[in-house]
C-alpha cells in the first residue's frame, strides 16, 4: 500500500472511531435521560454514605484535637484537618450533591413537569446550603469555628436527606410492567411549615395519569416481552 493509501487508511478508521465514540456517548446519555430520577437516587444516596462518614471522622478529628494541651498543637491540628483527605472527600461529596440535584431539576424544566421541577428545586435548594457550610467548615482557621460549622452542616444534612426521603421513599420496590411508567403522584409529609413535598411512586398505564405529579422511567414493551421470554425459556430449561 502507498503512503498516500496508509494516510487515508488511517483517517477513515479515525473517523469511524470518532462516529463510534459520538455514538455511544450519545446513547449512555439517552440512557441516563430515561432513567430519570431513579438514577439521580442511586448516586445521591452513595454520596449521602460518603458524607456520613466523612462528618463522623471530622467530628472525631476535631474532639481529639480539642484535647491537646498547647495552642500550637490545636493550631496544627485544625490545619490538618482542613487540608486532610477526609476534608477534600466531604467537599466532592458536596459539590457532586449539587451537580446531580441541578441535573435532575433541569430535565424536568425541560420537559415542563411543574411538579418534578418543584420537587428537585427544593432538593437543589437544600444542597446548595449544606456546600455552604462545607465551606465553612474548610475556612474554619479555629477549632471552635470548626465545630460550630460541623453543627450547621450536620443539620443542613439531615434536612437534606429529610427532603431526600419525601420524595425517594418506596421507589426502590416499585415493579412496573409493559408500557407502563413510573409515576411520582404528589404526596406531603409532616404538617404546616415543616410539611414536605415528595411522591407516592406508582406504575401508570398512561402518561396523562401521572399530570399532577412527575414521570419517571419508562418499562419498553419490547423489552418485558424479551425479559418475559428470557425468564420463561429459563424455567423451561
Known sequence: MS??????????LTSIMHTDLLAATRAKAQARVARQPFITFKAIDLQLTTIDRDLQELTASTDHAEKLHSA?????????IRGSKTMKSLRSSA???L???????LHYR?????YGVTLFK???TKAI?????????????KLAESKAAQKRFAADLLT?????????????????????WACCQPRSSGQGKAALAGCTWICATRRSTCRAGCLGPHVPKTAQAALNNARKNSQAK
Not at 99 to 105: D, G, L, M, P, Q
Not at 110 to 114: I, Y
Not at 129 to 141: D, F, G, L, T
Open 95 to 97: 459539590v457532586s450533591v
Open 122 to 124: 427544593s432538593l437543589h
Open 110 to 114: 425541560k420537559r415542563r413537569q411543574h
Open 160 to 180: 437534606f436527606v429529610l427532603q431526600f426521603q419525601a420524595v425517594s421513599g418506596g421507589y426502590g420496590a416499585l415493579q412496573c410492567g409493559a408500557g407502563q
Open 129 to 141: 446550603r449544606m456546600a455552604q457550610s462545607e465551606i465553612r467548615i474548610r475556612h474554619a482557621s
Open 99 to 105: 451537580a446531580i440535584t441541578r441535573e435532575v431539576e
Open 72 to 80: 500550637h498543637q490545636r493550631s496544627r491540628a485544625i490545619t490538618q
Open 3 to 12: 503512503p498516500f493509501g496508509r494516510v487515508m487508511l488511517c483517517f477513515v
